[in-house]
């Protein structure tokens, strides 16, 4: 049996200062440091990005873009390219979030070339699926996952997708408090899995890791982590509190 290095994310969108974001990430480096089994990382907006590096260097916890661009450089104003986020020393980029999705219009073959990208410049992307209320409702949670993971992933190799971190991210539990169950969390993890396999193989389906998000919080994190495809959690509004965003990794295991 393969074993999955559970992964907590921290996503800060658009949230801090830097001096916020300097304080944030000394606590969260206080609390989390001695969790050796869990592999964290923060994504803090762009502009705080180097600020909250300095703080993290020479410990384990990764730091990450909240995006990436598809493009390597150039004439695209207000973009930030995967070369520009590795040379800040990041390794992480969150690619195609719900809100990238929703309020900035990503499309599916869009998200699919961010990740791409990410990859070309040795990013981990922490990509992003997930359907919202109206299609859970209409009973399309699986047709709408499907064709977000096969097209967002398609054109990769098994030793590409060796580098990827998928999460699970019900629209309708994004920041509402709304937190799928354990049971509806699983459910569709396993369902991802499952296309996994039938894109990569066993073994790479079985060595990626899939994180949940949306509405984690320190109380109800160890309960979906504890689900047997649940490798992690990306994290949004607990993530801004060391107290919180630290239970949540202490709840990832040791
Ligand atoms: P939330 O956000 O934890 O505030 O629901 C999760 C996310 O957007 O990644």
């Given at each position: ?74 004439a695209f104003t207000g973009e930030i390219s995967g ?172």
């Amino acid at each position: 049996m393969v074993s999955r290095k559970p992964l907590v994310a921290g996503n800060w969108k658009m949230n801090l200062d830097v001096e916020g974001a300097r304080t944030l990430a000394r606590e969260v480096l206080d609390r989390v440091s001695r969790f050796r089994g869990v592999e964290v990382a923060v994504c803090p907006p762009f502009v705080l990005i180097p600020e909250v590096v300095r703080v993290m260097e020479g410990s384990a916890v990764g730091v990450g873009g909240q995006d990436v661009s598809t493009e390597v450089k150039g004439a695209f104003t207000g973009e930030i390219s995967g070369d520009q986020l590795v040379s800040v020393g990041c390794r992480y980029a969150i690619v195609g979030h719900s809100e990238r999705r929703q309020y900035h219009f990503e499309s599916d073959e869009l998200i699919s070339a961010k990740v791409k990208r990410a990859l070309a410049v040795g990013l981990t992307p922490i990509f992003c699926v997930g359907e919202r209320k109206d299609e859970r409702v209409a009973g399309r949670t699986f047709e709408r996952v499907e064709r977000q993971v096969t097209v967002g992933l398609a054109g990769l190799d098994a030793a590409a997708m060796a580098s990827v971190v998928v999460a699970y991210e019900p629209v309708w539990a994004i920041g509402t408090g709304d937190v799928a169950t354990p049971a509806q969390a699983q459910e569709v993890h396993e369902f991802i899995r499952g296309l996994l396999v039938r894109m990569f193989g066993q073994e790479t389906a079985a060595a990626t890791r899939i994180l949940y998000g949306g509405s984690v919080t320190a109380e109800n994190a160890g309960e979906l982590m504890g689900q047997s495809d649940v490798d992690g959690a990306l994290v949004g509004g607990a993530s801004l509190k060391s107290a919180s965003f630290g239970a949540i990794v202490e709840a990832a295991g040791v």
